[in-house]
C-alpha cells in the first residue's frame, strides 16, 4: 500500500542552522506530495506541496523538492529560526482518492 | 483556501460517556474528513463524511463508535461513544481544496479519564 517514511526525530538545532527532514514514499499511482506542519497545541497547517516530478514548494523559507527518480520529498530550510519548533508531517496522496497518508512525524526543536 | 472551526476545542470526559464534536466550513465542499491523533503519534483517517449519505470509515474504525453526521455541505459531526481513556486524543476535521490539498480545522483535545 502507499506509505511515507520519515526521519526519527527530534532534530535539535541552533539557530541559523541548516535544516534536512527526510522523507521517501511509496505509491502506486502520481501522488501529490505535501508538508504539514503543527505547532504545539494547534492543528496542522499546509507549510508546502508539489503535485508532479520536479515541481519544487516553497513557503517561508522551506522548500521540497518532488524528486520520482528517488521517490522522495524533503524538506529543507537554509536558516532556522526558534520560531520554527514544531513537528513536521510528510505526506501524501493519489490523484482522484484524496485520502492523506501522513508519515510519523519529525519534531524539529531550535535553539537559540 | 478554507476556514474551518471546531467545537469544543477540547474537553475532559468521563469514561463511558459519549461526546459530539462539530466541524463548520465557511463555505460549501463535497468532501470533509476526520482524523485521529493520539499523543505522540501520527495522524489516521477515521472516515470521510459524505453530504447525503453514510460516511465512509476506514479499517479499524465502526459507525457504532464514531458516528458522523453531514447534514449539509459546511457542517459535519463525529461523536466519540462510550469512551476509554485510549480515545485520548486530538481530532481533527479537514476539507479538500485547490488540486485536493487538504485544509485542517484547529482540532479538539479529548482526555477521558
Known amino acids: 500500500g502507499d506509505s511515507v517514511t520519515q526521519m526519527e526525530g527530534p532534530v535539535t538545532l541552533s539557530e541559523e542552522a541548516f535544516l534536512t527532514i527526510n522523507c521517501t514514499y511509496t505509491?502506486?499511482?502520481?501522488?501529490?506530495l505535501f508538508w504539514y506542519v503543527q505547532y504545539p497545541g494547534e492543528g496542522l497547517q499546509l507549510l508546502l506541496k508539489a503535485t508532479k516530478a520536479d515541481d519544487k514548494g516553497s513557503n517561508k523559507g522551506f522548500e521540497a523538492t518532488y524528486r520520482k527518480e528517488t521517490t522522495s520529498f524533503h524538506l529543507e530550510k537554509g536558516s532556522v529560526q526558534v520560531s520554527d519548533s514544531a513537528v513536521y508531517f510528510c505526506?501524501?496522496?493519489?490523484?482522484?482518492?484524496?485520502?492523506?497518508?501522513f508519515g510519523t512525524g519529525t519534531r524539529l526543536l531550535v535553539s537559540p | 483556501s478554507a476556514v474551518i472551526s471546531q467545537k469544543p476545542s477540547r474537553d475532559i470526559c468521563q469514561r463511558g460517556t459519549s461526546l459530539t464534536i462539530q466541524c463548520q466550513v465557511d463555505?460549501?465542499?463535497?468532501?470533509m474528513f476526520w482524523y485521529r491523533q493520539q499523543p505522540g503519534q501520527s495522524l489516521t483517517l477515521i472516515a470521510t463524511?459524505?453530504?447525503?449519505?453514510?460516511?465512509?470509515?476506514e479499517s479499524g474504525f465502526v459507525i457504532d463508535k464514531f458516528p458522523i453526521s453531514r447534514p449539509n455541505l459546511t457542517f459535519s459531526t463525529l461523536t466519540v461513544s462510550n469512551m476509554s481513556p485510549e480515545d485520548s486524543s486530538i481530532y481533527l476535521c479537514s476539507v479538500t481544496g485547490f488540486e485536493e490539498t487538504q485544509y485542517f480545522g484547529p482540532g479538539t483535545r479529548l482526555l477521558v479519564l
Open positions: 505526506a501524501l496522496t493519489i490523484t482522484g482518492f484524496q485520502k492523506l497518508v
Open positions: 463555505s460549501q465542499v463535497t468532501m
Open positions: 505509491a502506486t499511482g502520481y501522488p501529490s
Open positions: 463524511a459524505n453530504q447525503g449519505s453514510e460516511a465512509t470509515y
